[in-house]
């Protein structure tokens, strides 16, 4: 009782902290300038490709790396809609219908495989619809990348629209984690984590589970992809479909700590501090610096930073029973 009283009140004051959050970012326009208005923008959308990576890699235990492609693919369903005279909501709303279908059908096939061979057939995905995009130039313009009408009221005003949409689909990301980490399927989804076997064998509906799992993991990062493409105004293949990006969300979640509430949210928000002082200190090899830090982190906190408190507790028994 008191172990779920005590896990009870670190929920509560999780949430409070992130409303805190919400309420920070939501005032960023006002305390602060462009800057951190982009960065603020920008932290949201991690936010919500690393919650969404967490329903697959964190609760499910699949280490997917194709967060990239989801969001490419919702980049370029929602930029060649706006391109052909559909208002940039409604494109919004396609490209998160279009991502889910996408990753649905991409499910039935790619979940068959486990571990490593799931880890490559996802990488083989971004690479495939990555040089789909590359050649397609009819419909996403190839190489040379698409074009997307300019938000009019300018600079800031543009800013502070996608600040508040990047922020409003973080929120919306964030409860429906809440929803599925109290709910059967999050359930279910920890016990395919610990023995897909075992579980099976038990009546969870493994693959059902699977691709729901695998579907919530893409479509909010579609949604993400299509506000990304009309915030920047421009999109190409290389940019859309970074590798450095599918390989960024996996590290910031596992920093905070995979297959929990609050770990995705906490690891995104490290790393990207992490990452703009880093690039402001070392503008050279900023990279290198970067990638080693979160090398030693991941190392030296196998749970996460949501963990950490854990751990050093048990230090401290230990050195007391000592």
Same mark, same amino acid.
């Given at each position: ?30 305390? +602060? ?16 490709? +690393? ?22 693919? %919702?980049?370029?369903? %929602? ?12 494109? $919004?709303?396609?490209?998160? *219908?279009?991502?889910?279908? =996408? ?25 495939? *619809? ?5 050649? $397609?130039? %009819? ?14 009221? %300018? ?6 629209? =996608? ?16 929803? *599925? ?21 038990? @009546? ?9 799992? =695998? ?6 990062? @579609? ?8 915030? *920047? ?25 995979? @297959? ?63």
């Amino acid at each position: 009782m008191q172990g779920e009283a005590a896990g009870e009140n670190k929920q509560v004051f999780g949430l409070a902290l992130a409303a805190a959050a919400v309420c920070l970012v939501a005032a960023m326009p006002l305390l +602060g300038g462009n800057y951190a208005v982009r960065v603020s923008t920008t932290i949201c959308m991690f936010v919500t490709m +690393g919650l969404s990576w967490n329903f697959i890699g964190g609760y499910a235990g699949y280490p997917s790396f194709a967060t990239a492609a989801f969001f490419g693919f %919702g980049a370029y369903a %929602g930029a060649i809609l706006q391109t052909r005279g559909v208002p940039m909501l409604a494109a $919004w709303v396609a490209a998160t *219908v279009s991502t889910a279908l =996408f990753s649905c059908m991409l499910g039935f096939a790619i979940l068959r495989l486990r571990g490593h061979y799931f880890a490559v057939g996802s990488f083989a995905v971004l690479e495939l *619809v990555k040089l789909v995009a590359s050649n $397609w130039a %009819g419909l996403t313009g190839g190489g040379s990348g698409l074009n997307l009408p300019i938000v009019p009221g %300018g600079p800031e005003f543009a800013g502070r629209v =996608f600040l508040y949409s990047m922020l409003g689909l973080a929120i919306l990301t964030f409860v429906v984690a809440i929803l *599925v980490d109290r709910s059967r399927l999050g359930f279910g989804l920890r016990c395919i984590r610990q023995n897909e076997s075992a579980a099976n064998m038990l @009546g969870v509906d493994v693959d059902r589970l699977k691709i729901a799992a =695998f579907v919530l993991s893409a479509m909010f990062v @579609g949604t993400s992809g299509a506000i990304y493409a009309s915030w *920047v105004s421009y999109i190409d293949p290389t940019d859309m479909f970074s590798v450095l990006m599918t390989i960024k969300v996996p590290v910031m979640v596992m920093l905070g700590g995979a @297959g929990t509430l609050f770990g995705p949210i906490v690891g995104v928000v490290v790393f990207q501090l992490l990452e703009e002082k880093i690039w402001s200190s070392f503008l050279e090899v900023h990279s290198g610096v970067l990638g080693l830090v979160i090398v030693l982190l991941v190392f030296l906190l196998p749970g996460g930073l949501l963990r950490l408190p854990a751990r050093l507790r048990l230090v401290r028994g230990g050195q007391a029973v000592a």
